[in-house]
Every structure is written in structure tokens, then in C-alpha cells.
């Protein structure tokens, strides 16, 4: 059963995948540190925003729990 930071880290490349797309941008097998810089920044603000999430009550009786 998958958890909480590998569905972050999963979810993190297909974000990471469709902005690429999105802006045209190409990867480069090179150098991946942009890519590498951009899916922590996913990760990090994924993790905020579940930070966040866990202060309302809907989110704490529907989800909480579970993160």
C-alpha cells in the first residue's frame, strides 16, 4: 500500500511532466538538476499544502486520519 510521501513523490513527476508540457520545456538527460530542483519544489509545496489542509475540521473528519 502506497503512502503518503510516495504519492506525494509519484504525483510530484506527473506535475513536474505536464508543466514541462505545457511550457515547451525539454528534459535534459545531462543535466537533470533543473527537473530535480522543480520536483522538490512540488514535493515541498504538496507538503504545505497538506500541512494546511489539516487545520479545518472537514479536512480532519474526512481525511485526517488517513495522512
Known amino acids: 500500500c502506497p503512502t503518503l510521501p ?3 513523490a509519484h ?3 506527473h506535475v513536474k511532466s505536464y508543466l514541462y ?3 515547451g520545456a525539454e528534459s535534459d538527460p545531462g543535466n537533470d ?3 530535480a ?3 522538490s519544489a ?3 509545496l504538496a507538503l504545505e499544502m497538506i500541512e494546511e489542509l ?3 475540521e472537514d479536512f480532519k473528519k474526512e481525511i485526517g486520519s488517513k495522512v
Request: hydrophobic letters at 50%; aromatic letters at 4%; glycine letters at 0%.
Open 6 to 8: 510516495h504519492i506525494i
Open 11 to 13: 504525483e510530484a513527476i
Open 21 to 23: 508540457n505545457m511550457l
Open 33 to 35: 538538476e533543473p527537473e
Open 37 to 39: 530542483y522543480l520536483v
Open 42 to 44: 512540488i514535493v515541498k
Open 54 to 56: 489539516k487545520q479545518h
